[in-house]
């Protein structure tokens, strides 16, 4: 899921700010207007940047960028705001604006939020793959894929949305606003924006702040059906040295193999309640679904937490739970990632360094198979992408104070890829979070998060708290209710 900049504690009150670091007036006054953010979150201010699409020619199309600031709320502001950037590939920053407009980060720094190319409200390249979300035949459906790409061919160049490209715009949007260095925070895919930023404008960063690390070079397709694998271990680990899961689920393994076998033979009709509408609808439910839902589940705590049960209920004929996820995780990617963001990027950045030859050994044995990685490939063969720089995929190395944050359990961007990444950053510290997951932030590491960038530095900083993680108690029982 994608990342969130989360701080419990305004810890950045209490620390003293260099007066030279103190400016009253916000650098983009006049550039942007107030406006209202939903959800409650309060006063912000909004406007758009306008980008050339094609960055080298700098002529022709030009792509309107949305921009979102929550101000700094103290009286004293610091001159380095905290740029966000969202995961994905695909995710709007944007869209965050509420859930960090309370974030006490804003004691003293803005919170800027760009919607980079391609995603949110910046000509967006959003694909209906799965059409309502009910559609399971294929993870990547080559007649929908091809179809989306000859519609938004007529609105942009599907080889200009790249993360270098993007990260340009941001660094043109934080000049146009008016900052000096700023202090980058990002999760998931948006760690991998984060750090090309640094490599493209090493000027323009004063601390990086990444959680859920994602490695440079790494073609990641090719990898999800391993780290997945490693993510559902250690969740059997967990439900194991849990005596009721453990009662509940003594052969969690055994079943999971057994239920993708099954559908594997023969996928099965279930009825499941519509995304959007609640009615009742039918759905065909296949093992590449089933596997890809498992697979989403294991990237939170919560989620997670369920995914014995669900399985067990499955092996036992009852597909409800399981096709009911299988069809929810559908509909939010689609709702809430540019697929064809996703496409442009991962087709020009990932997939040209897959050998086909490679995927057999990478994904033998793993519950999550080849579906994946194969029909992103089909996928790419008919997306139009760009060509990567010479020496493109390599390790970024910085004297920028960096903090990372790794969950144990994370599934997708496993901690030994941020060990690699760490590597980099001689000033860096990277926290390893016992039971986390790919969307393991929480009070404590916002803590640390906070008194990170006051500090801007890892000297001093006090990491004990996230030791202290527990895995959330498994679900054991189904509801009293069926879900229909």
């Not at 160049?157 to 340009?168: E, H, I, R």
Request: charged residues 20%; aromatic residues 6%.
């Amino acid at each position: 899921m994608p990342h969130r900049l989360l701080a419990a504690v305004a810890l950045a009150a209490l620390l003293p700010l260099p007066a030279a670091s103190q400016t009253t007036q916000p650098p983009w006054q006049g550039k942007l207007s107030p406006c209202t953010l939903p959800e409650g979150g309060g006063k912000a201010f909004c406007g758009t940047y306008e980008v050339f699409e094609n960055r080298e020619a700098r002529s022709g199309r030009k792509i309107p960028l949305k921009i979102v600031v929550l101000p700094a709320k103290g009286r004293e502001r610091a001159p380095d705001p905290v740029f966000f950037l969202e995961g994905g590939p695909g995710g709007a920053a944007t869209e965050d604006a509420a859930e960090l407009a309370g974030d006490p980060v804003r004691a003293r720094r803005d919170v800027v939020l760009i919607d980079v190319r391609g995603t949110g409200a910046s000509n967006p390249l959003f694909c209906p793959l799965w059409g309502d979300g009910t559609r399971l035949d294929h993870l990547f459906p080559l007649d929908a894929v091809t179809a989306c790409r000859d519609a938004l061919k007529k609105r942009a160049d599907l080889t200009q949305y790249t993360t270098p490209a993007a990260m340009d715009d941001v660094d043109e949007v934080r000049r146009f606003l008016g900052y000096g260095a700023v202090n980058l925070s990002g999760g998931s895919y948006g760690t991998f924006a984060a750090q090309i930023f640094l490599a493209r404008h090493p000027e323009a960063v004063r601390t990086i702040v990444l959680s859920s690390v994602a490695k440079p070079g790494e073609p990641a397709p090719l990898y999800h059906a391993r780290n997945a694998q490693q993510g559902l271990e250690l969740l059997a680990r967990d439900c194991a040295a849990q005596p009721a899961c453990h009662a509940a689920f003594p052969h969690f393994r055994e079943e999971v193999s057994k239920v993708l076998d099954r559908l594997a033979k023969q996928p099965v009709k279930v009825r499941v309640k519509h995304p959007e509408t609640g009615k009742p609808v039918t759905v065909e439910l296949t093992r590449s679904a089933a596997a890809d839902s498992l697979r989403f589940a294991l990237y939170s705590s919560e989620a997670s937490s369920r995914v014995p049960l669900r399985v067990h209920l499955a092996a036992q004929g009852d597909y409800r739970d399981l096709a009911q996820a299988a069809v929810q995780v559908r509909f939010r990617l689609q709702q809430g990632l540019a697929l064809g963001d996703l496409f442009s990027v991962s087709c020009a950045e990932d997939l040209p360094f897959i050998d086909p030859r490679e995927i057999p050994a990478a994904t033998r044995g793993t519950f999550y198979g080849d579906d994946r990685v194969r029909e992103q490939l089909a996928a790419c063969a008919v997306w139009p992408h760009a060509p990567m720089p010479a020496g493109w995929g390599k390790l970024v190395h910085s004297e920028v104070p960096a903090l990372l944050f790794s969950g144990e359990r994370d599934p997708v961007t496993p901690p030994a890829d941020a060990a690699l990444v760490a590597k980099g950053f001689p000033n860096g510290l990277l926290v390893l979070i016992p039971h986390g997951t790919h969307a393991s932030e929480g009070a404590c590491e916002g803590r640390v998060i906070a008194d990170f960038i006051e500090r801007g530095s890892v000297q001093g900083l006090d990491v004990s708290c996230t030791k202290a993680g527990k895995p959330v108690p498994f679900i054991t029982r189904a509801p009293a209710a069926p879900p229909l």
